[in-house]
């Protein structure tokens, strides 16, 4: 009789970005633990994101058990006396403790100029924890897209009247030259200068509101990339 060959079913884990704002005191993540442990989540990493007087806004990647919701991830944290969700959000990004390094060095690799950039385009999404990413220039009164993600909004914006740029800013997505695709979205963005002012790597998602860490960082990365270009 021949052998019988049995396969296995193997569910796949869910797993979410759980962005939290909670009163910055001992034991709070230490309650917040217990009270995520409770609906049966497991908090694979945990990322400051910004910390002031009293409160601390955290990132949480997530895993909950199949056929769980995410609404029960905001049920149980808001159980929580000082704790607010401020988004849920899949996550598909690897766990890794040097994201930004791994980038630079994939950067580094590339070919030449354009390749980097669309190396930029492709990474920064899973390293910035965003939707998209695009590198847009002006010049000659025209607005170029030299590299884009996948998920960059296929409408082209015609005129960024943001540029040139000195700095990391946040963008309004409710401004005139913001493709109404684009506004339809209900994006935040927000966008840092690459090499010159004219030339900026722009990301984008859903919410939340990007906070002055993040265009923090999104500065300080672009300006990396920038001497790696030249």
């Keep these: 009789m021949p052998p019988t060959h049995r396969c296995a079913t193997v569910l796949a884990v869910p ?12 034991g709070s993540l230490g309650s917040l633990a217990v009270a995520l442990g409770s609906v049966g989540a497991d908090i694979l990493s945990l990322d400051v994101v910004e910390r002031s007087s009293g409160y601390a806004i955290d990132d949480l990647v997530i895993e909950l058990p199949p056929g769980a919701m995410p609404d029960s991830l905001i049920t149980a944290a808001e159980s929580l006396s000082g704790v607010r969700v401020d988004s849920v959000r899949p996550h598909t990004g690897l766990l890794e403790a040097h994201r930004e390094l791994e980038l630079l060095d994939h ?11 669309q190396v930029l385009a492709n990474e920064a999404p899973r390293v910035l924890r965003v939707s998209w990413c695009t590198v847009l220039r002006s010049a000659g009164g025209e607005l170029q897209r030299l590299a884009g993600s996948r998920g ?44 010159d ?27 990396i990339v920038a001497t790696m270009l030249r």
């Design 15 to 26: 797993s979410y970005l759980l962005r939290i704002e909670l009163v910055d005191r001992p």
């Design 107 to 117: 950067i580094a690799a590339a070919g030449d100029t354009a390749s980097r950039l």
């Design 152 to 195: 960059a909004p296929e409408t082209k914006a015609d005129t960024a009247p943001w540029l040139p740029l000195e700095r990391a800013v946040p963008l309004d997505s409710s401004a005139d030259w913001v493709p109404k695709a684009w506004r339809d979205m209900d994006m935040t963005m927000v966008a840092a200068p690459l090499g």
């Design 197 to 223: 002012p004219h030339t900026a790597v722009v990301l984008g998602r859903p919410g939340p509101e990007f906070r002055p860490s993040e265009v923090a960082r999104l500065g300080y990365l672009a300006g």
